[in-house]
């Protein structure tokens, strides 16, 4: 069973900064992607970033030039550096690890809150 616990969630004025982390419990972690979502109050979930097992990244247009997401495999551990914050990007923020195969599994973390102040 594959475990994600994220940290550094909190309360930030806006134009802030803030650094999220997810822990992973895995053997796997190394060579699957990883990366983040979010999900505001009746909005659905939506991509922020995504970082391959190589390193190639994805950011969703409203993030990017903001954010920046790493990945540490030594550590089981995936980033997401958040600058100039935006009261837009307030919402839970969930660490996701994707398994292609043998079938497609996403596995989940339990969420941190971020809010921006305007």
């Known amino acids: 069973q594959v475990q994600l616990v994220e940290s550094g969630g909190g309360l930030v004025q806006a134009g802030g900064s803030l650094d999220l982390s997810c822990a992973a419990s895995?053997?796997?972690?190394?060579?699957?992607?990883v990366g983040w979502y979010r999900q505001a109050p009746l909005k659905q979930r939506e991509l922020v970033a995504t970082?391959?097992?190589?390193?190639?990244?994805i950011y969703a247009d409203s993030v990017k030039g903001r954010f920046t997401i790493s990945r540490d495999n030594a550590k089981k551990t995936v980033y997401l550096h958040m600058s100039n914050l935006e009261p837009e990007d307030t919402a839970v923020y969930y660490c996701?690890?994707?398994?292609?195969?043998?079938?497609?599994?996403?596995?989940w973390g339990q969420g941190t809150q971020v809010t921006v102040s305007s």
């Open positions: 996701n690890l994707r398994r292609e195969s043998p079938i497609p599994i996403h596995y």
């Open positions: 895995t053997n796997i972690f190394s060579i699957n992607a």
């Open positions: 970082i391959s097992s190589g390193g190639s990244t």
